[in-house]
C-alpha cells in the first residue's frame, strides 16, 4: 500500500541529492541562478535515512566545507567514462556552483590550491543555504526514511523504508552516496540495489584515507613529521630512470603535503593515492608505493615557496603543476646551491632542504652513514644519497577503513548509465548520481562538485521527462 505518491523521487538528500531535487522540480537552471518553479513543475519528494540532514556537508572540510574548486576537468577523477564525466561538468560547472552559493547569500573565497570555501568558514551556511532553497522550491524532505528496498512496478516505482511506510513515484533518483563515513548514515544502500538490478559494479574501496605501512617501513619512528612529497604507485621494479621519465604513466601519482603516522602516512598526498592503493592491494598487484622527499623541496621548484608556507596546503598540485620525480643532475644541482662542500655531515647537507629526522632515517635505510663528511663522497655514493631521498619504497601493506575514508571508489559503471542524463540503461525512470557512481575525484572539493554537477544533470533529465518544460 502506498503512503505517499509524487511524480519524482529522491532517494538520499545529501549534497547530490539536494541539488537533483532542485534541479528536477526546475528551481535552478545551468547557470546556478534560482527560480520559482510553476504550476507546470513535477512534485518532488525527497528521503533522508538519517534525521539530521547533510551531516557529509557539516564535516567535510574540517567543518569549513570546501565546496568546490576553481579548476576542474575529468582529468581529476578516477572513472570508467571521462568523456560522460567531461560533459557532465560542463554541464554544470564550477562557475554555476559559485553563482547558486553566492545568490543564496553564501560568498565563497579561494585558497592557492584552488579549494573554494564559504567566506564564513562554516558549513552549516552551505547546508543552511541548500535547505532553505528546498523550502523555498516546495520540496518537502522526509527525515528517518530509511529505504531498504526499491522496486519498479508496471508505471511507478516504489521505495519502502525500514519502518514499512512506502513512497511511490514515476521516476526515481538513486543518491544515497557510498560507503564511507558509516555515522553519517552512508552504507551503500545505492550500489547493493543496482547490484541487484543487474547493473555492473566497479569495485567500492575506501578512498581519500590514510595509508598504512609495513613497520619496516623507512619512516618507521617519524610520527608527527610533515613535510611534501611525491608519491608513485608503480609496478615493483621499474628502472628509477623509467619512473622518473616524461613518458611514463604511473598507477597514480600526487604530490603535496605528508604526514607521517604511527600506521603509516596521511595528509593530502597520501590521501590522493589511498583509493588507487586500495584498488592494488584488492587485486593483488604486485607494487610499490615510491616517495620522493626531494622533489617539492627543492630550491628551484616553482612550487617550494607554497609549502614553505606556514601553513601547509590542504590539497595536491594539480598534475599540470606537479613535478616529475627529481633526476640525478636536478640533485646534484640543489647540492651546489645548498652547499654540499666542506666538513658537513651529509645528513646536515640534505636537513638544509629535509627535516633532519627524516634525512637521517631516509640515509640508514638504505645502508648509508648520515654523519659521513659530504666532501667524502664520489659520484657513485652520492647516487645512492639520491635514491635514498627520492626513490624509497614506503612498503604499502593496506589503507584505513571507510570509517576514516572521505569517499568511496568505485560504484554503479557509467558506462551503463546514458551520458546526458545519468539515467540508467537497464531500468528506465531510474537516476543515479554522486557518490553511488564509479567517479572519484581527488582531495580539493572535486568530490562536491562531482555531486552538484552529477545531481544537477539527473534532476534536470528527470525533471523534464515527468512534466517540466524548459529543463535545460
Same mark, same amino acid.
Given at each position: 500500500?502506498?503512503?505517499v ?5 529522491v ?11 532542485l534541479? =528536477?522540480r526546475?528551481a ?10 510553476g504550476?507546470? =513543475?513535477?512534485?518532488v ?19 569549513r566545507?570546501?565546496? /568546490? ?6 582529468g581529476?577523477f578516477?572513472c ?8 557532465i561538468?560542463?554541464g554544470?560547472? /564550477?562557475?554555476?556552483v559559485?553563482t547558486?552559493?553566492?545568490g543564496?547569500?553564501?560568498?565563497l573565497?579561494e585558497e ?12 552549516r551556511?552551505?547546508?543552511n543555504a ?12 522526509v527525515?528517518e ?5 526499491l522496486r519498479?512496478g508496471? &508505471? ?10 512506502v513512497?511511490?513515484? @514515476?521516476r ?6 557510498g ?8 552504507r551503500g544502500?545505492? /550500489?547493493?540495489? #543496482?547490484r ?5 559494479i566497479?569495485p567500492e574501496?575506501?578512498a581519500?584515507?590514510p ?6 617501513t623507512p ?5 608527527g613529521? @610533515?613535510?611534501?612529497?611525491?608519491l608513485t604507485?608503480?609496478?615493483?621494479g621499474?628502472?628509477? &630512470?623509467?619512473?622518473?621519465g616524461?613518458r611514463? !604513466? ?6 603535496g603535503?605528508?604526514?607521517i603516522t604511527?600506521r ?11 583509493g588507487?592503493?586500495a584498488l592494488?592491494?584488492? &587485486? ?5 608505493l615510491v616517495?620522493d622527499?626531494?622533489?617539492?623541496s627543492?630550491?628551484? #621548484?616553482e612550487c ?7 601553513k ?8 599540470d603543476?606537479?613535478?616529475?620525480p ?7 644541482d ?5 652547499g654540499?662542500?666542506? !666538513? =658537513?655531515a651529509v645528513?646536515t ?6 627535516? !633532519?629526522?627524516?634525512?637521517?632515517a631516509?640515509l ?5 652513514d648520515p654523519? !659521513? ?16 631521498v /627520492?626513490?624509497?619504497d614506503l ?9 576514516k575514508?572521505?569517499?568511496t ?6 558506462a ?5 542524463s545519468l539515467?540508467s540503461r537497464?531500468h528506465?525512470g531510474l537516476?543515479f ?6 567517479c ?14 552529477s545531481?544537477?544533470t #539527473?534532476?534536470a533529465a #528527470? ?5 517540466r518544460?524548459?529543463?535545460c
Open positions: 500500500m502506498e503512503d505518491s509524487v511524480d519524482l523521487l532517494v538520499g538528500a545529501g549534497a547530490a541529492g539536494m541539488m537533483a531535487a534541479a =528536477a526546475g535552478i537552471d545551468r547557470s546556478g541562478a534560482t527560480r520559482r518553479p504550476p507546470e =513543475a513535477p512534485r519528494l525527497a528521503l533522508n535515512a538519517t534525521r539530521r540532514l547533510g551531516l557529509k556537508i557539516l564535516v567535510s572540510g574540517g567543518g566545507c570546501n565546496v /568546490t574548486n576553481a579548476r576542474v576537468t575529468a581529476d578516477d570508467d567514462a571521462p568523456h560522460t564525466v567531461r560533459g561538468l560542463r554544470f560547472p /564550477t562557475e554555476s559559485q547558486f552559493f553566492e543564496c547569500g553564501v560568498p573565497y592557492p590550491t584552488g579549494k573554494l570555501f564559504p567566506r564564513s568558514d562554516d558549513a551556511d552551505i547546508l541548500l535547505t532553505a532553497a528546498l523550502t523555498e522550491a516546495d520540496v518537502p524532505i527525515v526514511a530509511d529505504v531498504v528496498d519498479q508496471q &508505471e511507478r516505482w516504489a521505495a519502502t523504508c525500514a519502518d514499512g511506510r513512497f511511490a513515484a @514515476t526515481v533518483i538513486v543518491a544515497t552516496g560507503r564511507s563515513l558509516p555515522k553519517t548514515g552512508s544502500f545505492g /550500489t547493493e540495489f #543496482a541487484r538490478a543487474g547493473h555492473s566497479a574501496l575506501p581519500l584515507t595509508v598504512w605501512l609495513d613497520p619496516g619512516l618507521a619512528g617519524l610520527a613529521i @610533515t613535510h611534501p612529497a611525491l604507485l608503480a609496478p615493483r621499474l628502472p628509477a &630512470e623509467q619512473i622518473a616524461a611514463f !604513466r604511473p598507477l597514480a601519482r600526487s604530490a603535503s605528508l604526514l604511527h603509516g602516512i596521511s595528509g593530502p598526498a597520501a590521501l590522493d593515492v589511498s588507487a592503493c592494488v592491494l584488492h &587485486e593483488a598487484a604486485d607494487v610499490e616517495g622527499f626531494w622533489a617539492l627543492r630550491p628551484a #621548484a617550494a615557496a607554497l609549502f614553505r608556507a606556514a601547509a596546503p590542504g590539497a595536491c598540485l594539480a598534475s603543476r606537479s613535478p616529475r627529481t633526476q640525478f643532475d636536478e640533485f646534484l640543489d647540492l651546489r646551491e645548498l654540499k662542500d666542506g !666538513r =658537513a645528513a647537507v640534505l636537513a638544509r632542504a629535509l627535516p !633532519r629526522a627524516l634525512a637521517d631516509l640508514l635505510s638504505s645502508g648509508l654523519l !659521513r663528511e659530504a666532501r667524502q663522497l664520489g659520484a657513485a655514493a652520492w647516487r645512492e644519497v639520491h635514491a635514498a /627520492t626513490r624509497r612498503c604499502l601493506v593496506g589503507v584505513a577503513g571507510y570509517d575514508a572521505e569517499v571508489r568505485g560504484g554503479v559503471v557509467l551503463e548509465l546514458h551520458r546526458n539515467e537497464l528506465p537516476y548520481c554522486g557518490e553511488a557512481i564509479h572519484t575525484g581527488r582531495l580539493g572539493g572535486f568530490n562536491f562538485q562531482w555531486a552538484w554537477s545531481g544537477f #539527473a534532476g #528527470a525533471g523534464a521527462v515527468v512534466g518544460p524548459g529543463a
